[in-house]
C-alpha cells in the first residue's frame, strides 16, 4: 500500500522535478508511520533504519522505495531519451543546452533553466551506468566517456587529463586532428609513454561511418531502465542472505518476521532496554538475559527444541545463532534446501508465540513438547504452499518428529520443564560447520 498509493501519488512530479529535502524528508515521515504505527494514533517502536527498509527485497530490506533514490532515477531517464530519442524536444535541448558539446562534457551555464540545472546535478550517476559503442564518435566525448575500457580515460590517465587543454574533446574531433592534442608543459618521458600507449590502443579501435550508440551496463539487454538506476543507488553494504526467506513458500507474514529476526529487529527485552524500556531483561524461560540468539538457541527451552529436532534428523549437536543454523541444516538436509527457511520460521515463530503468552497472558509452557506441536501443526499447515511430492515429505518429517519427540518425553520422565530431556551431549556445531 505504501508503494502503490503513497509513493505514486506524487511520481508525476518527481519525473519532472527536483524536489526540496525537506519536501522529501515530510513525505519520508508520514510514511514511516503509516509503516510502524499503520492508522493508529498511538507510537510504536521504530525497529529497522529507513535506508536499510528502502533497499529492494534481493540488497536486504523490503522494497519500499526511497523517494531521493525515486526522484534521481527518474531523472536519469531524461538523460536516456535525449540520447536516444527523436522529437522536438530533443531537437530544442541539444540546441540550445549541447550545441556541439556531448553529453560527457556539457557543463552548467549561468542562463540555464531551473529543469536543466536539475538534470545536471544527476548527470555524474547517469554517466556510470552508461558506456558508448563507438563508431563515428561525434556522441561520445574523449576523456569523460566509457569507450575505449572499463573506465573513462580521464580515470584510466588523470595526470594527461588534467594537463589536457580541451577537457571537452569529442573522439570525432580527436580523430580528425590525428591525434594531436595540446598540453599545458611538455610531458616527461613517463607520461609520454603512457600517452603513446592510449595512441595506440585508440587507433587498434575499430571506427565506423555510423552514429555512436549508448549502452546501459547496468543491464543485462543493455537498455535503460529506472529500477537498475535504484538498484544502484541502495545496494551498498547490502547482503544477499535474504534471498532464501523471499523466496519461500511460507506466509507473507512469517517472511516478515524471519527478516526483523535477522535484522536483530524484534522485541526482545534487550532491544526494549534499547528504547528506554524500565523492566526486568530476564528471559521468561530462564534466568539469563533474553537476546534474539539467546531466546531463539541458547535458552533452555529453545535448547530442547533444536535436541529433539536434531535428534529426529539423526544428530547430537544443535545450531546456537541463525548462521549456523544455515550450515547445520545444510549439512543435515542438502536436498532439501526447498524448506530449510520453513522449518527454521516455524521453530521460531512457535518459540516466540509462547513466549509471548508467557509475558502477557502469564501462560508458561508446562512441556516443551508443546513447542514442538506447534512447530509440526505450522509445518503442516504450510505443506500446502508445496507440490504434493515435497507436501508428502514435510508431512512425512512432521509424523517422525512427533514420534521421536514423543519418545523423548516419556523416556525422561522428569517433573521440572527443563529436565524432562537433557540438552543434547554437544551443543555446539563443529568446526568445520562454524567455517561455512
Not at 522485541?267 to 539467546?294: A, M, Y
Not at 521440572?416 to 556445531?429: F, G, I, M, N, Q
Request: hydrophobic share 35%; with cysteine; net charge positive.
Amino acid at each position: 500500500m505504501i508503494n502503490s498509493s503513497l509513493s505514486n501519488s506524487f511520481i508525476y512530479h518527481m519525473s519532472m522535478y527536483l524536489l526540496p529535502k525537506t519536501t522529501t524528508d515530510k513525505l519520508d515521515k508520514q510514511r514511516r508511520t503509516f509503516f510502524w504505527q499503520g492508522g493508529s494514533q498511538k507510537k510504536k517502536y521504530h525497529l529497522i533504519r529507513w535506508n536499510i527498509i528502502n533497499k529492494s527485497k534481493k540488497h536486504g530490506g523490503l522494497g519500499i522505495k526511497d523517494i531521493q533514490s525515486m526522484n534521481t532515477r527518474l531523472l536519469c531517464k531524461w538523460w536516456w531519451k535525449l540520447e536516444t530519442g527523436t522529437g522536438l524536444w530533443q531537437s530544442i535541448v541539444k540546441k540550445k543546452y549541447l550545441q556541439d558539446h556531448t553529453i560527457g562534457s556539457v557543463k552548467h551555464r549561468i542562463d540555464d533553466s531551473p529543469v536543466w540545472c536539475d538534470l545536471l546535478k544527476f548527470k555524474h550517476i547517469y554517466l556510470k551506468g552508461r558506456e558508448m559503442l563507438v563508431r563515428n564518435g561525434r556522441k561520445t566525448s574523449f576523456w569523460t566517456d566509457k569507450w575505449l575500457k572499463d573506465k573513462s580515460l580521464c580515470n584510466v590517465a588523470p595526470i594527461l587529463f588534467e594537463l589536457c587543454c580541451d577537457k571537452s574533446i569529442s573522439v570525432h574531433k580527436f580523430l580528425v586532428q590525428q591525434g594531436q592534442l595540446q598540453f599545458k608543459r611538455w610531458l616527461t618521458p613517463l607520461l609520454f609513454d603512457q600517452w603513446m600507449g592510449l595512441i595506440n590502443d585508440i587507433y587498434s579501435h575499430t571506427f565506423e561511418n555510423s552514429e555512436d550508440t549508448p549502452l546501459w551496463r547496468w543491464n543485462k539487454n543493455n537498455l535503460f531502465s529506472t529500477k537498475s538506476v535504484y538498484d544502484f543507488l541502495t545496494k551498498e553494504n547490502s547482503s544477499n542472505r535474504f534471498k532464501s526467506v523471499w523466496k519461500a513458500k511460507i506466509p507473507y507474514k512469517k517472511k516478515i518476521f524471519l527478516w526483523q529476526v535477522e535484522n536483530n529487529a524484534i522485541l526482545t527485552k534487550d532491544n526494549l532496554i534499547k528504547r528506554n524500556w524500565v523492566g526486568s531483561p530476564t528471559c521468561h524461560f530462564c534466568l539469563e538475559n533474553e537476546t534474539i540468539d539467546h531466546l531463539f538457541f541458547a535458552c533452555p527451552v529453545a535448547r530442547i527444541t533444536w535436541g529433539i529436532i536434531g535428534t529426529c534428523l539423526g544428530t547430537n549437536t544443535i545450531p546456537k545463532n541463525l548462521t549456523q543454523y544455515h550450515s547445520w541444516i545444510t549439512q543435515l538436509l542438502p536436498e532439501g534446501k526447498g524448506v530449510h527457511i520453513c522449518g527454521c520460521v516455524a521453530v521460531c515463530w512457535a518459540i516466540w508465540k509462547c513466549r509471548n503468552k508467557a509475558c502477557f497472558d502469564k501462560k508458561t509452557i508446562k512441556n516443551p513438547l508443546e513447542i514442538i506441536i506447534h512447530v509440526c501443526s505450522f509445518l503442516t499447515y504450510w505443506a500446502s504452499l508445496y507440490n504434493s511430492e515435497t507436501q508428502g515429505k514435510i508431512l512425512e518429517g512432521v509424523q517422525a518428529l512427533l514420534v521421536c519427540a514423543s519418545r523423548l518425553m516419556t523416556s525422561h520422565p522428569s517433573t521440572t520443564t527443563t529436565a524432562r530431556l537433557p540438552p543434547p551431549s554437544s551443543d555446539v556445531v563443529p568446526e568445520d560447520e562454524e567455517s561455512d
